[in-house]
């Protein structure tokens, strides 16, 4: 199998996303005459590092999944950037981009709605290879062994039907078709929320064993912060539409800087039940991304939100060590860095 | 679930019955279906004639088994050209959404306001009486209903993740079009194209007997149903027979839909 290894310890960009908006329009009013736009991804950049794993963290419904998917091109961006190794996959004709797709695939949630039911999984793992061309007949069998074996399903299964699989198995399979033409980067959506705990760990260490064979760069989307806090290198925390924090994995849970990241880490569950824990309970719910006024998109749920917070929005800058936030507050609030979490829990 | 099998395989028998006889016909029945016996005219059952003659001294038996042609003819050629058209139609619709749908499905709401039957009757009016016209009719009326089916189909299996899944694996519309949707939508199609043959072989019975399907000599059930009702007094096989051999092909096509439903889906399958 050829595989480029990518040389450990460089440090270069292989994804840059800049600007990148995603607005689905929603029609409103009388003879729908007023367009109103969702502003499901708004605005956000950020770089994924060659070989990383970056994780995406965020509630449902903050637009990280409309991020990943725009960032594969599944969806067309409103406005903004994506560069891949220096292309401009947005601008790619549609042809170019059938061909460049090769280099960025996603895996799914849901492992029962992302396997076509009609088709054995050996023509599901073999179509990718089949749209390229890249291997036939006796080889291409071939090619759909090894990769089942590469993912921990054993080719002797290959004539199934992906309804005789279990979930997990089945993301295997996802994971297998994702594989197929060696890409470089994948964007891994929520891939364990289906899955039970035990088949989650599984799954994890299927992607983690992967990147490390194939020097693959992940976008790890989940809901779950422990499960997040294990796989990545870096995380992003993410709310309506906005990333609001990025830093470090280690940075983060330490010492989170938005008020968003603090409170979002504060709800998890630590397993011991003599430990106190200072829980911050946001006030109200999640406003629509329709509805968003001016300022900070977190103001209004905010304890700490001043008049500034409502009116001005906050510079995505960098607070040292590559630790970026976007919050009016962060300068007044130093001294308040908490550690809330000092047990976090590792799920391994 | 196994009487529902087998009431299934009961449609799937008598189809593969009514294929035999239309296929063998010429070595099944005991006379020719033009010849007229003046000898013989409106006699009843006998060895010679098992089911009696009609009016102008042919063989009632051997219309019958050659009717069957007909009816199997018209009701495979009118679904194939319906389901066809329906199919190419539905799925532009469904695939391409936006304004082409509209339009698409406008025209669509048009063409099913029609009254079927009378639609079909100004076709024949057109295409002069018989058989062809009676297919054409019957494949330009039940259109729209298999593009409605397909284009309904198309719009929800379109949201399922794995075409998403073909789209980033590089697979072109039609690849699409051909490996998933239409593989995931078209179970419905063929049950409904197995239950249109019923109507089709009702609509070509109800047409002939009206004198615009199948013109004499050929032995449609309906022409002779129509002969039958003068006589149904003296001559009660004539009506019977023919009204029979309907029902029993349209009570099979019925069956045989739900059989073949259960074929297509391979989750039943064990």
């Known amino acids: 199998m050829t595989v480029e290894t990518q040389t450990p310890g460089r440090t270069e960009t292989l994804i840059r996303v800049s600007n990148v908006k995603k607005w689905f329009p929603v029609k409103e009013g009388f003879a729908n005459l007023k367009t109103d736009y969702l502003k499901a991804v708004d605005d956000v950049s950020f770089d994924i590092i060659r070989g990383e794993t970056l994780g995406l963290v965020g509630e449902s419904g903050c637009g990280k999944t409309t991020l990943g998917r725009v960032m594969v091109c599944l969806e067309k961006a409103t406005a903004g950037k994506v560069l891949f190794d220096d292309v401009d996959i947005f601008s790619l004709s549609s042809k170019e981009l059938r061909k460049f797709r090769r280099n960025m695939q996603i895996v799914f949630q849901d492992p029962y709605d992302s396997l076509n039911p009609r088709m054995k999984v050996e023509e599901i793992i073999a179509e990718p290879l089949q749209i390229y061309g890249t291997h036939r007949g006796a080889e291409l069998k071939k090619r759909v062994a090894e990769l089942m074996n590469v993912v921990g399903l054993s080719p002797v299964h290959a004539r199934r039907f992906p309804h005789e699989f279990s979930g997990g198995q089945r993301q295997r399979v996802g994971v297998a078709r994702a594989l197929a033409l060696n890409p470089r980067f994948i964007v891994c959506d929520e891939p364990v929320s289906a899955l039970d705990v035990s088949i989650q760990s599984q799954t994890i260490n299927l992607l983690e064993d992967l990147q490390e064979e194939f020097g693959l760069t992940y976008l790890f989307i989940s809901h779950d912060l422990s499960v997040v806090k294990h796989i990545s290198d870096r995380v992003a925390v993410m709310y309506l539409g906005k990333v609001v924090e990025l830093a470090d994995r ?55 939100a001043e008049d500034i917070c409502r009116e001005e929005e906050p510079y995505f800058e960098d607070c040292g060590s590559n630790h970026l936030a976007a919050c009016h507050m962060i300068e007044k609030d130093r001294e308040a860095v908490c550690n809330l979490n000092p047990d976090w829990p590792n799920k391994e | 679930m196994f009487s529902k099998r087998k009431s299934a395989y009961v449609g799937l028998v008598i189809i593969l019955g009514f294929i035999v006889i239309a296929l063998f016909a010429p070595w099944i029945a005991p006379h020719d279906y033009r010849v007229q016996d003046r000898s013989s005219i409106m006699e009843s059952p006998s060895l010679e004639y098992p ?105 929800a299996v379109k949201q399922k993740e794995f075409v998403e899944a073909a789209r980033s ?69 004539m009506s019977i027979a023919p009204g029979l051999a309907i029902m029993i092909m349209v009570l099979g096509f019925n069956l045989f839909g739900d059989a073949i439903r259960d074929i297509m889906d391979p989750r039943l399958k064990n």
């Open chain 1, 250 to 304: 280690e940075e983060l849970y330490q010492s989170p800087l938005h008020p968003y990241t603090k409170a979002l880490l504060s709800a998890v569950p630590v397993p011991n039940p003599r430990l106190e824990k200072k829980r911050i309970i946001l006030e109200g719910s999640v406003p629509s991304p329709q509805e968003r006024g001016p300022g900070c998109c977190f103001s209004s749920r905010c304890w700490l």
């Open chain 2, 51 to 155: 089911l009696g003659t009609d009016r102008v001294g042919r063989c009632l038996l051997s219309r019958i088994i050659y009717g069957a042609r007909i009816s199997l003819t018209v009701g495979l050629v009118s679904v194939g050209i319906g389901a066809s058209l329906g199919l190419l139609i539905g799925s532009i619709s469904g695939y391409m959404g936006g304004w082409v749908d509209r339009v698409i499905m406008g025209f669509v709401d048009i063409v099913w306001s029609f009254p079927t039957m009378l639609l079909a009757i100004a076709l024949t009016a057109i295409l002069q009486p018989g058989l062809q016209s009676v297919i054409i009719a019957l494949g330009l009326v039940s259109w729209p209903e298999y593009a409605r089916i397909i284009r309904s189909q198309f719009l």
């Open chain 2, 169 to 237: 694996v590089g697979a072109s519309d039609f690849r699409i079009i051909k490996n998933h949707l239409l593989p995931n939508s078209i179970a419905p199609i063929i049950v409904v194209g197995t239950l249109g043959m019923a109507t089709a072989v009702l609509v070509e019975a109800t047409f002939s007997y009206l004198g615009l399907g199948a013109q004499p000599p050929e032995p449609s059930w309906g022409s002779i149903l129509s002969m039958g009702k003068d006589f149904i007094y003296h001559q009660p096989l």
